[in-house]
């Protein structure tokens, strides 16, 4: 399986665990890629796209371990590989930690401009995020009256409305559920 998000540190963060979770699923060779680009939220993916910006660092993991490289574009990223997923995500430069449909203006015009550098088959997948710790002081959260599961709640809403939206999102991996769900289990 080979398998590329496009993000920032949630993508970098939901990368590191592919390779295990693949593993557990009876999937022996997988192939990670990551562009990142600290908070970069979907509009700024777009751009960078069209641009064809070199901004981005990008992470691999070939089974041997994560390697880096620094100031890669989308373009080189996208067409490094016959990749089987092409997983997207917003950021949180915008100051909503995407709780706002504005947020996602720009995603099916960015799946577009990917397309065109992917093979047919490549799936397209979202990759619904987590809110910070509840006593953290970040102004989204303090914005939220400090209730993070309102703005959870509020997130999901959304993403879910732009995601049913838009035939060219082949699925939504709620992440950020499963890491919620764990924060407030026994565990």
């Not at 593993?23 to 960078?48: D, N, R, T």
């Not at 449909?101 to 490549?122: H, N, Q, R, V």
């Not at 970040?138 to 939220?144: A, Q, V």
């Not at 209730?147 to 993403?159: G, N, S």
């Amino acid at each position: 399986m080979k398998i590329l998000f496009i993000g920032n540190s949630f993508a970098e963060d939901t990368a590191w665990l592919s390779a295990d979770v693949a593993l557990s699923m009876g999937i022996e060779k997988i192939k990670v890629g990551v562009l990142y680009v600290g908070g970069c939220p979907i509009v700024k993916h777009y751009e960078h796209i069209t641009e064809d910006s070199p901004v981005y660092l990008y992470h691999l993991n070939e089974g041997g371990g994560w390697s880096s490289t620094p100031n890669f574009k989308i373009s080189d990223a996208l067409r490094s590989d016959e990749w089987d997923w092409v997983v997207i995500q917003h950021g949180t430069n915008g100051g909503n930690r995407y709780t706002s449909a504005e947020c996602y203006e720009k995603l099916s015009p960015l799946i577009d401009e990917a397309k065109k550098m992917l093979p047919e088959t490549t799936k397209i997948a979202f990759n619904l995020t987590w809110m910070g710790e509840p006593d953290y002081r970040h102004h989204e959260i303090i914005s939220y009256g400090g209730d993070t599961a309102l703005m959870r709640e509020k997130l999901v809403e959304v993403t879910k409305g732009a995601m049913l939206s838009d035939p060219k999102v082949d699925r939504l991996v709620p992440t950020g559920t499963a890491v919620e769900n764990a924060r407030t289990s026994q565990i």
